[in-house]
């Protein structure tokens, strides 16, 4: 390649990261700082409409099992009977959050807990065999969201070790590369590069599997600004939802949110939450990937009536705008199953499966 060339080419991809991420900065420039997302423009709606087809529409995220220290720490452990509801209510994916920094060596090559290994196959084994698409994560990686320096080199180890291990593994098997991304190390740009080292990476042993990345902010559809996604026809962009954050967590423990009674479901309420999913979807057709709402609930310690009332509204929302989804949770803290009754709740059942057109082609 000739010098004139190699410099043509850097100039040309140079351009088009900084178109990507100027449109970031033009499609969220007008969120409020200060509340939740704040997303106040309209999406365009021929944007909207070319937004590629995700690889899985509807998910529940087994939540407060391998996400703990140790499974069965935070009161639930996955059961195979769980993902017979799972698959029998209509949904297509299951999301498992793994806390794979605990069970991982302090020191190069940080080698991976055989046990844990095998558990996260047991459930994802068990899962594909379901029907069911899995999407394994790295979650609650603590101390990678305060030192990042020392900490991007373990969590390349962790991914090059799972790469290699879920090597020949179906389609099925998703990868989402970090959970909630924070703090003010995590800059756009140290996020994009990490990235797209991941993404590298996995493609050595992956060429066609998918690969889900989100922007920093805790997931939220804030930290879409100047997130630039790997350029590959197989990756997936994720955000996270719960506004308005007062209502959603109203109660929770670990919240800061003591004040209880918050009511939601009025016409500007449910406008605001509309106008914000449109700018993840509208954000997604510019960017040229599917989007994914990677998590979205309401507190179990909210009156369930109104729980529903939000879940639905959202997961209605997510599906006219092309948006696959994955509920938080199944089974703990914003559950949509009752463990004690092994049952589902039907409010939120209905909420999250009931008569909208996508829910009806799912069954």
Known sequence: MTPLLRALLVV??????????????????????????????????????AAPEPPFRSCMNLGGALEAPREGEWGYVIQDRHLDRIAAAGFDAVRLPVRWSAHAETRPPHAISAALLA???????????????????????????????????????????????????????????????HGRRWTSERLNALNARLTAMIRERHPDRWVIVGGGDWGNLSGLRGLVP??????????HFYTPFDFTHQGAPWA???????????????????????????????AGTPMFLGEFGVYRGVPVA?????????????DRLNIAWCYWDFATTLNAFDTSRDAWIPELRDALTGDSVQALLRR
């Open 119 to 181: 558990r996260v196959d047991e459930v994802a084994h068990a899962a594909l065999q379901r029907g069911l698409t899995v999407i394994i994560n790295v979650h609650h990686y603590e101390e990678l969201m305060t030192d990042p320096d020392r900490h991007e080199p373990r969590l390349e180890a962790i991914w090059r070790q799972l790469a290699a291990h879920y090597q020949g593994w179906s389609e099925g098997l998703v990868f989402e590369l970090v959970n909630e991304p």
């Open 306 to 318: 109104d729980r529903a009332a939000w879940t639905r509204h959202v997961r209605e929302e997510a």
């Open 256 to 286: 800061n949110r003591p004040r209880t009674g918050v009511g939601w479901g009025t016409a500007e309420e449910r406008a605001e939450v509309s106008g914000m999913l449109a700018q993840g979807a509208d954000w997604g057709a510019h």
């Open 230 to 239: 790997p350029d590959d026809a197989r990756v997936m962009t994720t955000f």
């Open 12 to 49: 040309s991809a140079s351009f088009a990261v900084l178109s990507l991420a100027a449109l970031s900065w033009m499609l969220f420039s007008s969120q409020s700082e200060a509340g939740d997302d704040g997303v106040k423009t309209e999406p365009r709606q021929a944007a909207r409409a």
